[in-house]
């Protein structure tokens, strides 16, 4: 790959999500958004390598897909108010400079969430347009097969398009039934950003950071919402340890290696915050908060030895009740070994594994090795832990799994 093809590849995967948010603001049509964003894409390509990067790239692929938008609407002679308008639009803005509009990529998010969708085409769809990520990354985070993420999108747009849906922030009163959706992608592409389905990296902290800036505007948005509360309290906690998360040389550090002095004590404090706040709220903790209680619990222990893992294991027990997850039986699972000992979190990981629960995912196997080498059981563990480095997709995960099993 050429220094000109890498500098499109990072300046789309920074960009591309304000750029369809744009387009898809201006011309009012998702799906002719995003043609006109890839058409941008491909002339990037062909210039660039020949021309240079542009001093502000992110602009030069807007004013390109504002003129593709143009010749479209030429093509299809429908030159009326709106392509006078952009004309004039793009001719003030070309060198402009880059500007990102939070709102755009908000008001994408709620687009996306329409109530005409099911939560899983909502979810897809969102994961594919905002965060970037293509349908296999979005299978893997999802734990559904490649086929049924691409049948979901194509689904979601064409359903889309049929019902004429405006691209634009509904009205308050509208908020409620599309707000679940909302902040489902918004924790499921914080959770890529926390731990990458795939990839060289172990994190990816501008998707993590673009979840959480999200969340903040949420809540901005509606302060007095729960669940909103609880999901931005969650992330904060989650990210206040990302700086300790990463070793010198990008390897991962797991929560009990961690250097608790390098956790952003600030952020820990916004997070707590706003968990304060969900709570009085005063209509009991939702999924989020249950989380974000966690995390807390997390956050505030001085080491691994000395956290209140029975807490931990009750608000576990209470997030199984009121949102049943195989990943989230599998975290009380590993809460509950350091509870009651690595012999009952193996029972519940046995009992797990009986359902066919997380079957092709690394997360079951390698909890497993875990346990297992705990109780000593060096050649089990060995053989659990190559079986979750095969599954893994990450690089940085399998080379961690890799190297325990060697261990053993």
């Known amino acids: 790959m050429s220094t000109a093809d890498r500098a499109v590849e990072a300046v789309w995967r920074i960009e591309s999500a304000r750029i369809v948010a744009t387009l898809a603001r201006m011309t009012g049509d998702l799906g002719l958004a995003e043609d006109m964003a890839q058409e941008a894409l491909v002339e990037a390509l062909e210039q660039w390598p020949a021309s240079g990067t542009p001093r502000n790239p992110g602009a030069w692929l807007t004013a390109v897909a504002k003129r593709r938008t143009i010749d479209s609407w030429r093509r299809r002679e429908r030159l009326d108010d709106r392509y006078r308008m952009f004309a004039h639009d793009l001719a003030e803005t070309a060198d402009a400079d880059w500007e990102p509009i939070p709102d755009?990529?908000?008001?994408?998010?709620?687009?996306?969430?329409?109530?005409?969708?099911?939560?899983?085409?909502?979810?897809?769809?969102?994961?594919?347009?905002?965060?970037?990520?293509?349908?296999?990354?979005?299978?893997?985070?999802?734990?559904?097969?490649?086929?049924?993420?691409?049948?979901?999108?194509?689904?979601?747009?064409?359903?889309?398009?049929?019902?004429?849906?405006?691209?634009?922030?509904?009205?308050?009163?509208?908020?409620?039934?599309?707000?679940?959706?909302?902040?489902?992608?918004?924790?499921?592409?914080?959770?890529?950003?926390?731990?990458?389905?795939?990839?060289?990296?172990?994190?990816?902290?501008?998707?993590?950071?673009?979840?959480?800036?999200?969340?903040?505007?949420?809540?901005?948005?509606?302060?007095?919402?729960?669940?909103?509360?609880?999901?931005?309290?969650?992330?904060?906690?989650?990210?206040?340890?990302?700086?300790?998360?990463?070793?010198?040389?990008?390897?991962?550090?797991?929560?009990?290696?961690?250097?608790?002095?390098?956790?952003?004590?600030?952020?820990?404090?916004?997070?707590?915050?706003?968990?304060?706040?969900?709570?009085?709220?005063?209509?009991?903790?939702?999924?989020?908060?249950?989380?974000?209680?966690?995390a807390e619990q997390h956050a505030i222990a001085p080491s691994i030895a000395s956290t209140d893992w029975r807490a931990i294991v009750a608000l576990y027990d209470a997030l199984v009740r009121l949102a049943p997850n195989p990943v989230v039986e599998l975290n009380r699972a590993i809460a509950l070994s350091m509870s009651d000992g690595a012999e009952a979190g193996l029972a519940a990981v046995d009992a797990l594994a009986a359902t066919g629960a997380l079957t092709g995912s690394h997360l079951l196997p390698s909890v497993r090795g875990e346990l297992l080498a705990r109780l000593g059981r060096t050649e089990e563990a060995a053989e659990a832990l190559v079986a979750a480095a095969a599954l893994a997709t990450n690089a940085r995960t399998r080379a961690v799994l890799l190297a325990k099993a060697a261990l053993r």
């Open 104 to 294: 755009d990529l908000l008001r994408l998010v709620f687009t996306a969430c329409h109530p005409a969708l099911s939560r899983e085409s909502q979810a897809a769809l969102t994961l594919r347009v905002v965060s970037g990520l293509t349908t296999e990354e979005i299978a893997r985070l999802l734990l559904v097969p490649v086929p049924t993420i691409q049948a979901r999108i194509s689904r979601a747009k064409k359903t889309l398009a049929t019902a004429q849906v405006p691209f634009e922030t509904p009205d308050p009163a509208e908020w409620a039934p599309r707000l679940g959706g909302v902040l489902g992608v918004v924790y499921l592409l914080f959770t890529e950003g926390y731990a990458a389905t795939s990839g060289p990296e172990w994190m990816r902290p501008d998707v993590a950071a673009e979840a959480l800036r999200l969340g903040r505007v949420l809540a901005g948005l509606v302060p007095r919402e729960p669940e909103v509360l609880g999901l931005l309290a969650l992330m904060e906690l989650q990210a206040s340890r990302f700086g300790a998360r990463r070793g010198p040389d990008g390897e991962p550090v797991l929560l009990a290696d961690q250097d608790r002095s390098r956790w952003d004590r600030a952020q820990i404090g916004r997070g707590r915050a706003a968990l304060i706040r969900a709570d009085a709220a005063g209509r009991g903790r939702g999924a989020y908060a249950l989380q974000a209680g966690i």
